[in-house]
């Protein structure tokens, strides 16, 4: 069966455009909406979207300066979660199924803040990290990766690089990320080529305003705000330490399902236990 597939460049009140695209019908039903990360990054969500969207709409959307959304300016954590919310508006859709991946499970969570009642259900993937999960992440990479690949990655950061040197900064940051070492070097080589280019700037701004309102002490906020259908779902390789959403999941009493042999991207080492694992989720929610 061939479903539908739409797009459009919404504009936002700001000046900001966003562009979108949407698979499958409507279905009088609660739209999917998928969160990519970052953040900084353009959306990257596309194998995720046909899992799902014989069920009910799903759309997807690069956040603003990334990707085909065109914005020069300032970033903040509020106007992103509003950002959102007027996407949704422009939809038609007074909720949502959230489903956030790594920054956009922080995105998913902010919005469900900002905008309580939006959310029909949030599924959680590889984020959002709560706690003191820095430090553990920063070992574990380190130990994935080899001297000369550390001492590499070092010198790529501090320097002005070009766009031959953005890529392979990007292919040795993400190739950790991946269970299967030999595999994820060649996915994060890909993905270094496609998910360009980086908004530099907007992952440093956002990264220092959740540094000052950290989730962390929110969560009390946010388990009132959360739906009733919410969980997480994590790689159980991922570098990011997965007690990190293990805490999470039961400071905020939320089921956690952990993807084996799979790390911060599950759908692309173990894309059938993804597949049903998320079918469950929305089929669930938006037919309730």
Known sequence: MTLPRTHGLTPVGDGARLHWTALGHARGRPPVVLLHGGPGLPDYLGDLAPMVADLTRVHRYDQRGTGRSPWRG??????????????????????????????????????????????????????????????????????????????RLVALEGMHRTGEQEVELLTLAW?????????????????????????????????????????????????????????????????????????????????????GDAGHEPWLERPEAVRAHLRGFVRDAVTA
Not at 85 to 99: F, K, N, R, Y
Request: hydrophobic content about 40%.
């Open 175 to 259: 190739s950790t990320d991946h269970a299967d070492p030999e595999r994820g070097r060649s996915r994060a080589a890909r993905a270094a080529r496609l998910r360009r280019p980086v908004n530099w700037a907007m992952n440093a701004e956002l990264g220092e305003q959740a540094r000052r309102d950290p989730l962390d002490a929110r969560l009390d906020e946010l388990g009132r705000c959360l739906p009733a259908r919410a969980a997480i779902l994590a790689g159980a390789r991922d570098p990011r330490p997965v007690s990190a959403l293990e805490a999470l999941a039961r400071r905020l009493s939320l089921p956690l399902v952990q993807v």
């Open 74 to 151: 300032r970033h903040t954590l509020a106007r992103h979660a509003d950002d959102l919310a007027a996407l949704l508006d422009a939809w038609d859709a007074p909720s949502a199924v959230l489903v956030g991946h790594s920054y956009g499970a922080d995105l998913a969570a902010r919005f469900c803040l900002r905008h309580p009642g939006r959310a029909a259900a949030v599924q959680f993937v590889c984020g959002p990290f709560t706690g003191d999960w820095r430090a553990g992440y920063r070992a574990e990479r380190a130990r994935r990766m080899s001297p000369r690949e550390r001492e």
